[in-house]
């Protein structure tokens, strides 16, 4: 299983960036975005259920960030980007047993991981 994130960069505060996650597997499983800066935890930015269908943020990227699903590639649409959105950021795939919509954020939910793209926003 191989999770393969792309479209990281540097950008001005108030920038867009697209991040994608070409994923190894088969459309059942509930993915998500992680971040996480220097010192800091691992964090859930956004999820997305198997089908799509359901999409789920932090409240501190509410409006700004957009997740979304292709078949077998996820994306992440960052806009009105901020310095405090500067951190490696991490896919993440995993089943969508129990209470997947309220625990998305949780990373122990997650089986397969990316190895992270760098986001810099100054």
């Known amino acids: 299983v191989q999770l393969v994130e792309s479209g990281g960069g540097s950008v001005q505060a108030g920038g867009s960036l697209r991040l994608s996650c070409v994923a190894s597997l088969d459309g059942r499983h509930c993915m998500a975005w992680f971040r996480q800066a220097p010192g800091k935890e691992r964090e859930g930015v956004a999820g997305?259920?198997?089908?799509?269908?359901g999409t789920y943020y932090a409240e501190s990227v509410k409006g700004r960030f957009t997740i979304s699903r292709d078949k077998n590639t996820m994306y992440l649409q960052m806009n009105s980007l901020k310095p405090e959105d500067t951190a490696t950021y991490y896919c993440?795939?995993?089943?969508?047993?129990?209470?997947?919509?309220?625990?998305?954020?949780?990373?122990?939910?997650?089986?397969?991981w990316g190895e992270g793209t760098q986001v810099t926003v100054s």
């Open positions: 997305i259920s198997a089908g799509g269908g």
């Open positions: 993440a795939a995993g089943g969508c047993w129990g209470a997947w919509t309220t625990t998305w954020y949780q990373p122990q939910r997650y089986n397969y």
